[in-house]
């Protein structure tokens, strides 16, 4: 994604991905999120957001970029929970989210975890730091910057589902890895950092 050079980056707002228009409201479909520009008309999953409050930056070949910090919370049953995402991507996803400016990677995973699905102080270890092209989100962003953690939990600890999903599910990889609906991070992660002959991510 390439910010038109119309577009200020300096000033927190949202815009359509036709038009670049900055009218766009969100509205609920079937209890999915859509944002519909009043100027051309267009309805979509996502928009392009400027919010000075996350951390972002355009590089040497002008490409949008976010820095993200996301979550693998396994239990007893060596299961992942994922969120059901009611907003785009619309598939199961890590408990993930956008780093804040001048937040560390550790507490910015934390605060996801709190905030998507309840567990608070859950303990964390970072797993990987990466970049992933074509990871889109509903802000606009194809590319970002992973911090990547780990953490377990009981086999049944209490879960809390936030605004930006139907539902969370524990699922194993062997059945992540079956399904169709499985958001492109979360299958980039399983992709490249679950080892197979020992059953554990690396």
């Given at each position: 994604?390439?910010?038109?050079?119309?577009?200020?980056?300096?000033?927190?707002?949202?815009?359509?991905?036709?038009?670049?228009?900055?009218?766009v409201v969100r509205k609920i479909e079937d209890g999915f999120s859509f944002y519909s520009c009043?100027?051309?008309?267009?309805?979509?999953?996502?928009?392009?957001?400027?919010?000075?409050?996350?951390?972002?930056?355009?590089?040497?070949?002008g490409t949008y970029w976010h820095e993200s910090i996301g979550v693998l919370i396994q239990n007893?049953?060596?299961?992942?929970?994922?969120?059901?995402?009611?907003?785009?991507?619309?598939?199961?996803?890590?408990?993930?989210?956008?780093?804040?400016?001048?937040?560390?990677?550790?507490?910015?995973?934390?605060?996801?975890?709190?905030?998507?699905?309840?567990?608070?102080?859950?303990?964390?270890?970072?797993?990987?730091?990466?970049?992933?092209?074509?990871?889109?989100?509903?802000?606009?962003?194809?590319?970002?910057?992973?911090?990547?953690?780990?953490?377990?939990?009981?086999?049944?600890?209490?879960?809390?589902?936030?605004?930006?999903?139907?539902?969370?599910?524990?699922?194993?990889?062997?059945?992540?890895?079956?399904?169709n609906d499985v958001s492109y991070a979360l299958s980039y992660i399983l992709k490249h950092f679950?080892?197979?002959?020992?059953?554990?991510?690396?």
């Amino acid at each position: 994604m390439k910010i038109p050079l119309s577009i200020s980056t300096t000033e927190n707002c949202s815009y359509c991905l036709n038009c670049y228009n900055d009218q766009v409201v969100r509205k609920i479909e079937d209890g999915f999120s859509f944002y519909s520009c009043s100027n051309c008309g267009l309805k979509n999953s996502r928009r392009l957001v400027i919010d000075n409050k996350i951390t972002w930056w355009i590089d040497t070949n002008g490409t949008y970029w976010h820095e993200s910090i996301g979550v693998l919370i396994q239990n007893d049953l060596n299961q992942i929970l994922c969120l059901n995402r009611c907003i785009y991507p619309f598939a199961l996803a890590l408990p993930a989210g956008h780093l804040d400016r001048n937040e560390e990677p550790l507490l910015g995973a934390q605060r996801e975890v709190r905030e998507e699905t309840g567990i608070i102080d859950l303990e964390l270890q970072l797993l990987k730091k990466f970049s992933m092209e074509g990871d889109s989100c509903a802000r606009g962003c194809d590319d970002h910057q992973w911090s990547l953690f780990i953490g377990r939990v009981g086999e049944n600890p209490t879960l809390e589902v936030c605004d930006e999903a139907k539902s969370l599910v524990w699922l194993s990889v062997p059945e992540l890895l079956a399904r169709n609906d499985v958001s492109y991070a979360l299958s980039y992660i399983l992709k490249h950092f679950y080892k197979e002959s020992s059953g554990q991510f690396a």
